[in-house]
């Protein structure tokens, strides 16, 4: 809209509150717009552009905040550096946030930090990245100092592979049902730890993966213990060993991976790969 005012020599009082106004609905500036960008460095459709030869106002270019060297759900243990990512305008410092609490910090480029997980309890942990202006998304990890990986063996029914892993596939049938039924893995649990922690991945979103854990070589014959059930990859299962009712003892357990059925006809003939990994927290 083209807004025009007549000229007047010697405006009266009213006159000039008038044209304030007239000059605030024309939309009228000459400086930033309210992102902090002048309005040539937005593209059509609107967004701030992050190219360097973008200006700086009040700092607002952001930086790109991750951690390059580990990977979510990873083990972890003793003393780790952790390496950083940032966006081409560096941060004056960044810090490692470990289960809320800072316990790192670094403040020159190329940025690292050494953590140390023998401060924490074997467990999984959540960490991220934080600077003066913006946080890096969580990340979760496996801290595993005084525990250990679950050795998996073959069970009846396994149909995938066994070692620190159990893995394999299903496939959806016509009926809704699954090929195999089912995966499963004896493994042994030894005396003195605390709990054990499962984790299921899978690589089709689309399906929705149970696991159950229990006493004995199968799940047929054996003692249902815990369950999980999710549409998410991955999900776990802890459980506490120290508590009173427990129903995991010493001795030959089963973990028991299927899908759940489905009557969706848009997932016939699909399928999905598995991973399942095990550890004993002391």
């Given at each position: 809209m083209e807004c025009r005012v007549a000229k007047q020599m010697t405006p009266s009082p009213l006159m000039m509150i008038l044209l304030s106004s007239l000059a605030v609905a024309c939309g009228a500036s000459d400086g930033p717009t309210d992102s902090?960008?002048?309005?040539?460095?937005?593209?059509?459709?609107?967004?701030?552009?992050?190219?360097?030869?973008?200006?700086?106002?009040?700092?607002?270019?952001?930086?790109?905040?991750?951690?390059?060297?580990?990977?979510?759900?990873?083990?972890?243990?003793?003393?780790?550096?952790?390496?950083?990512?940032?966006?081409?305008?560096?941060?004056?410092?960044?810090?490692?946030?470990?289960?809320?609490?800072?316990?790192?910090?670094?403040?020159?480029?190329?940025?690292?930090?050494?953590?140390d997980t023998t401060q924490h309890e074997d467990a999984l942990i959540w960490l991220r990245l934080e600077t003066a202006d913006e946080q890096s998304e969580s990340l979760t990890v496996m801290v595993l100092n005084e525990g250990q990986r679950i050795s998996f063996d073959s069970a009846p029914t396994q149909t995938g592979g066994v070692g620190e892993t159990v893995e394999g596939s299903f496939l959806v049938l016509e009926d809704g049902s699954f090929e195999p039924l089912g995966s499963e893995a004896q493994w042994e649990l030894p005396p003195g730890f605390r709990a054990i922690v499962m984790l299921l991945f899978w690589n089709n979103e689309a399906f929705e993966m149970q696991f159950e854990v229990g006493r004995g070589t199968d799940h047929a014959s054996g003692s249902f213990a815990v369950g999980g059930r999710s549409n998410y990859s991955p999900t776990n299962i802890w459980y506490s060993l120290t508590h009173e009712r427990t129903d995991l003892a010493p001795g030959v357990c089963y973990v028991y991976v299927s899908p759940q059925e489905t009557d969706d006809p848009a997932l016939q003939g699909q399928n999905t790969g598995f991973r399942l990994e095990g550890f004993l927290l002391r």
């Open positions: 902090g960008y002048p309005e040539d460095t937005r593209s059509a459709d609107g967004q701030v552009s992050t190219d360097d030869s973008s200006p700086r106002v009040d700092g607002a270019v952001p930086t790109v905040l991750g951690i390059a060297n580990i990977s979510p759900y990873q083990v972890v243990r003793g003393i780790v550096t952790i390496e950083i990512t940032t966006g081409p305008i560096a941060p004056d410092a960044v810090t490692l946030i470990v289960k809320g609490q800072e316990v790192a910090r670094a403040e020159s480029a190329p940025f690292s930090l050494r953590w």
